[in-house]
């Protein structure tokens, strides 16, 4: 639709109001990117266009920058398809050799002559981290942010807010060596307490060791995810119309029962989204994970002994021994792991969409 | 079921700076006082210092003296929320919850007072969304976002929400200004039947309305911008509109000024 406006603009001032084109070119004046165009025309009185209208560009600005956009467009579509294609070859044949099943063999030998790996210990221990870690890290974070947003004065909001970012940009290798050379310890006391006491919940039982556990990772990821979540939803928590939460502070609401009725379900898209990209995070988490946990592959619910693997830990650890079989067998592991994204991004996407009807309204 | 209100010297500050200045004025049970004056007169601060609105926003403050029925609002051991469940206020802009359903717009503020029961919440529903003349409208529709009624209907649907708490006193703040004409009629006739039953302060840029819709009139102004606002003249409307015992007030009202 690109001329449209173009045609329209010339037409009004061309013809029976050519002498008051003169002095106020409204052509010129509502369009301006298209005054060029007028000045050239052949015999043109003005920039408003007297006589024949000039004809539409066969190739200009427009049209090329609508193709450099549509090729911008087309190339994400490009990328993705050539990765899926060089994923799904380099994974069939290792797939094929498997002598167990992929879904439930607890084990991964893929090198061997006779290739055995299964999957199903590598995406419990991912998402059983991954979900560990948002169950610690979501209350905090969210607590966090409506501190930083309603209750804290703004410098004080401004600084922990950097500090926060800054949190997120620590690399993950340095979280991994400080969760293992630092943190390691009082989780080990942490858990032998547990242990002691809790050892008749099925979670915090076993005779140990203890210490690089799923608990660890965890936590580790946890403290990972804690900066993305908390300045997400502190930003979706500061866009709350004043005026929603004048209304219910003039219907007598406390500063808590204002944030429930008005700020935490406005947000509450927003704050689905910020988990989501967390879990993101945490799931696709690689060697943070791969220097805390103790790299078993059983699934087990149990927290605190040493144990513990995920699918990009796995990847991390084992990608540089392995063989072409090997390298098959990993590269089908992060098909996998593309997949539990895939579906948690979707999952997210469908509780938004089912309350669009009030969420749409909201701006 | 209304009080009456008595200022004694308010003055309001916005940190350093003094927006309203010694107001004294008493407001009757069961009237409708309209507050007019140019833009920045203070006359919407002085409203929303009745129901300590003012001091929501941050370095805000309030001096002086504000009564409902010989208690001070501003006393040190009153509490907050009680003071605005009892004088509800409507805002310039219509303001539902967002997130929120009709029905549960309208119980928004019976929830936070710990209300439980449907039976209850139902019926204080439809008694306040018949007050605010919307019954008719959205008895089929309860349950659809109270965001997706017209600007009209979303602002009764808001004096619907404060008046289901029932409240003594109910402030509005210009609630016909982001209203067309017929919108801004209904609001004036409901303003005609809750005076049955509330004391109504109303903000109000519109005269002919002030003329309308109230009682008495108070004219607030100020000399230049960055003083204070002042109290001119507090009468029955009547007086104000016909025969005002001040020039200023003569003027602005005859368009001379402001």
Known sequence: MGETPHRSADAGTGGTRVTQS???????????????????????????????????????????????????????????????????????????????????????????????????????????????????????????????????????????????????????????????????????????????????????????????????????????????????????????????????????????????????????????????LGLGRALGETIALAMTLGITFNISFNLIENGGNSIAANIANTFGEANETGRGALIASGLVLFAITLIVNITARAIIYRRREFTESAA | ?????????????????????????????KTVTALIGPSGCGKSTFLRSINRMHEVLPGARVEGSLTIDDQDIYDRDVDVTAVRRMIGMVFQRPNPFPTMSIYENVVAGLRLNGVRRKSILDEAAEKALRSANLWDEVKDRLGKPGAGLSGGQQQRLCIARTIAVEPQVVLMDEPCSALDPISTLAIEDLMFQLKDKFTIIIVTHNMQQAARVSDRTAFFSIEKTGDPGRLIEYDNTQKIFSNPSQKKTEDYITGRFG
Do not use: C
């Open chain 1, 22 to 276: 003169h002095e106020r070119p409204a052509g010129a004046s509502a369009h301006v990117a298209e005054a060029p165009v007028s000045t050239r025309t052949p015999g043109g009185t003005g920039l408003g266009g007297g006589g024949a209208l000039p004809r539409a560009r066969a190739f200009g600005a427009e049209r090329a920058f609508r193709g450099l956009t549509l090729a911008a467009g087309s190339a994400v579509l490009i990328i993705i398809a050539a990765i899926a294609v060089f994923l799904v070859t380099k994974a069939v044949p290792a797939l094929r050799a498997n002598t167990e099943s992929f879904w439930t063999f607890e084990g991964w030998f893929p090198n061997d002559a006779e290739p055995k790996f299964g999957i199903g210990a590598l995406a419990f221990g991912t998402v059983l981290s991954a979900a560990l870690a948002l169950l610690v890290a979501v209350p905090v974070a969210l607590g966090i942010a409506l501190y930083l947003s309603h209750y804290a004065p703004r410098r004080v909001g401004t600084t922990l807010g950097f500090l926060i970012d800054l949190l997120a940009a620590v690399p993950s290798v340095v979280f991994g060596l400080w969760g293992r050379e630092i943190f390691l310890q009082p989780v080990h006391d942490f858990s032998l307490w547990l242990n002691k006491y809790f050892s008749w919940i099925p979670l915090f039982g076993g005779d140990g060791p203890f210490g690089k556990s799923i608990l660890l990772g965890s936590l580790v990821l946890a403290i990972m995810v804690l900066p993305i979540i908390t300045s997400l939803s502190r930003e979706v928590f500061l866009q709350t119309p004043t005026a929603n939460e004048e209304a219910a502070l003039a219907l007598g609401a406390t500063r808590w029962e204002m944030l429930r009725t008005a700020v935490l379900p406005y947000g509450r898209p927003g704050i689905i989204a910020a988990v989501m």
């Open chain 2, 1 to 29: 079921m209304a009080k009456r209100i008595e200022a004694t010297n308010v003055t309001a500050y916005y940190g350093s700076f003094k927006a309203i200045e010694n107001i004294n004025l008493t407001v009757e049970p």
